[in-house]
Each structure stands twice: as C-alpha cells, then as structure tokens.
C-alpha cells in the first residue's frame, strides 16, 4: 500500500449528505430537460446508439482495466479510473457535441440510455474489473463492496431524481421550460461550491496527490475520446456521429463517481483525487476538443444509422 492509498478526505457526514442530494439536484434538473422521446432514438440510429452504449459501458472499463495494468498506478489511483470509466456520461456531453457539430439527437439517445444502464453497468463494472485486478481486489474485500449495495444507491441518487424530473417535465412542460435554465445555473452553482470547500478543506493533499494523478487521467480520458470516435469509424458511421460517440464515452459523470467514493469507500484518498481531477480535466480537454472540431465542421449533415 502507497501513501496516497491511506490517505482519506476530510468530509464531515453532513457535508456529505449535502454531496447526496447535490448530485439528485442535478440529475432531477437534467431530466427536467429529458423526453421519452429520447429512448425512442434507438429505433431511428440503432446502429449509432448500439456502438456508443458498448464503446462507454463495455470497452471504456475493460481499457480501463488494462490501463491499471499496464501502468500500474497506486491501487487507489487504479481503483478510481475504474470507478470513473464506470460512470454514466457527464452532464456537459450534449452541449460540447452540439458545439462541435456533432449529432446532438444521437448524443441525447446515448446519454439517456447511459443514464439508465448505469443502475447495472457500474456497479458490475466496478466489482468485475476492480476484482480482476489484484492490487484492486484488496480494497473491495477491504470494504466489502457488495454490487446489490451500489445498485441500491444509484436508484435513490440516479434513478429516482431522473424518473422525478421526466414526469414533471411531461405533466408540467411549461413549469419545466422555465425551470431548465434556472436548475442547470443553480446546481452547477452548488456542486463548484461544494468542490470549492472540499478543495480548502483538504488542499493538502490535493497540492500533494493531484501531480500523481495528473497523468493517468490524462492518458484515460484522451484514450477514451479516442476509443468513442474510433469505434463509431470503424463501424462506418459519419463524421458529426463520431463526435457525439467520441464525447458520450470521454465526458464521465465524475460528481456522481464522488458520491461512490464517499459512500462506499469512506473517501479513499486515490479514488476521490481521481475523480475530482477528472471532473476538472475533462471539461477543459472536452471544451478544446470541442473548439478544434467547430472550426472543422463536417461534410452534409449526420445520417440516420
């Protein structure tokens, strides 16, 4: 075990009941955005929705997995790449593709039906691959991480604000209308201020710590956007289908990921790092990535596939 693996985060219980219902804040506002309709796309580009759902649920995990591998981080470091590659896809995915010339109706089909497999994919992606990883094995028998526990907790955190807000949004379109804005400033106000005070309160260690992370989250993230753009190329799909893949597997839910960590794994010092950094880096390489394909927008328009 290294230093970083011993360290844990200094949240207090009630602040992380504050995290809690942050995160439902922000699920129940994103829905309030979100349509049934939105599931019905897989219908109209099911080839589309197919590869990204497998490239973001299935492949990210399992290359993340060989990342922990191959570059052998910190078992704690190890453990939050898997614990983020497992994540659902991030809350800013749909405005980065749109901004990108992506496909935005592939990318909200994506994001949804991630949303929802997330209640399975990441509690099975966490303990499949954390287990078949000896250095991450350990902690989860540390811990006793049981899949049905983290299944039970992404219903209350994910599930129901989701479910909440897309009945709202359907019974009350014009309360939702409204709202959607307001929601979206208001949580995203709340959650960098809750990160801003979990930052004060343990800058220590993220002065110390985020340097050793720096880089295997770099290297995951870029392999993840890579991985979400190749894959929708080699299945043939266009060029703005690729960007909205390559965003749906690359941006994570790292808030969300945060919650896990203090949840289930009392803070554990490698995981929360790696998720908080992750939370910060991807916005900034999503937001250039995203600038760099809006100066090359692609021929014609994206195809139903």
């Given at each position: 075990?290294?230093?970083?693996?011993?360290?844990?985060?200094?949240?207090?219980?009630?602040?992380?009941?504050?995290?809690?219902?942050?995160?439902?804040?922000?699920?129940?506002?994103?829905?309030?955005?979100?349509?049934?309709?939105?599931?019905?796309?897989i219908a109209t580009a099911p080839r589309g929705t197919l590869i990204g759902l497998a490239a973001h649920s299935l492949l990210l995990p399992a290359v993340a997995y060989l990342l922990t591998i191959?570059?052998?981080?910190?078992?704690?470091?190890?453990?939050?790449m898997l614990l983020v590659a497992s994540c659902p896809s991030g809350n800013i995915s749909n405005f980065l593709v749109n901004y990108a010339h992506g496909n935005p109706a592939l990318s909200v089909?994506?994001?949804?039906?991630?949303?929802?497999?997330?209640?399975?994919?990441?509690?099975?992606?966490?303990?499949?691959?954390?287990?078949?990883?000896?250095?991450?094995?350990?902690?989860?028998?540390?811990?006793?991480?049981?899949?049905?526990?983290?299944?039970?907790?992404?219903?209350?955190?994910?599930?129901?604000?989701?479910?909440?807000?897309?009945?709202?949004?359907?019974?009350?379109?014009?309360?939702?209308?409204?709202?959607?804005?307001?929601?979206?400033?208001?949580?995203?106000?709340?959650?960098?201020?809750?990160?801003?005070?979990?930052?004060?309160?343990?800058?220590?260690?993220?002065?110390?710590?985020?340097?050793?992370?720096?880089?295997?989250?770099?290297?995951?993230?870029?392999?993840?956007?890579?991985?979400?753009?190749?894959?929708?190329?080699?299945?043939?799909?266009?060029?703005?289908?690729?960007?909205?893949?390559?965003?749906?597997?690359?941006?994570?839910?790292?808030?969300?990921?945060?919650?896990?960590?203090?949840?289930?794994?009392?803070?554990?010092?490698?995981?929360?790092?790696?998720?908080?950094?992750?939370?910060?880096?991807?916005?900034?390489?999503?937001?250039t990535l995203a600038t760099w394909w809006r100066r090359r927008p692609p021929a014609g328009r994206w195809a139903e596939t």
């Amino acid at each position: 075990m290294t230093e970083i693996d011993a360290i844990r985060l200094n949240f207090t219980p009630g602040s992380l009941i504050a995290l809690d219902v942050i995160l439902a804040f922000v699920l129940f506002g994103v829905a309030l955005d979100m349509k049934v309709e939105d599931f019905k796309g897989i219908a109209t580009a099911p080839r589309g929705t197919l590869i990204g759902l497998a490239a973001h649920s299935l492949l990210l995990p399992a290359v993340a997995y060989l990342l922990t591998i191959t570059l052998r981080p910190a078992p704690s470091i190890a453990l939050g790449m898997l614990l983020v590659a497992s994540c659902p896809s991030g809350n800013i995915s749909n405005f980065l593709v749109n901004y990108a010339h992506g496909n935005p109706a592939l990318s909200v089909t994506i994001a949804a039906f991630s949303m929802l497999g997330s209640i399975f994919f990441t509690p099975f992606n966490i303990a499949f691959w954390g287990e078949m990883n000896p250095a991450t094995r350990d902690i989860l028998h540390e811990v006793a991480l049981s899949p049905w526990e983290v299944f039970g907790t992404i219903i209350v955190l994910l599930a129901i604000p989701t479910v909440l807000g897309m009945t709202i949004a359907h019974r009350f379109p014009r309360f939702a209308a409204r709202a959607r804005r307001p929601f979206r400033i208001l949580s995203l106000l709340f959650f960098a201020v809750f990160i801003v005070g979990g930052l004060a309160a343990n800058i220590q260690y993220f002065a110390k710590y985020v340097p050793q992370v720096a880089l295997f989250v770099f290297v995951l993230n870029a392999v993840a956007l890579a991985l979400g753009y190749y894959a929708a190329k080699f299945a043939g799909l266009p060029e703005a289908d690729r960007r909205a893949v390559s965003f749906e597997v690359g941006i994570q839910n790292s808030g969300f990921g945060l919650a896990l960590v203090f949840n289930f794994f009392g803070g554990l010092g490698g995981m929360a790092i790696v998720a908080a950094w992750w939370g910060i880096w991807h916005l900034l390489a999503g937001t250039t990535l995203a600038t760099w394909w809006r100066r090359r927008p692609p021929a014609g328009r994206w195809a139903e596939t």
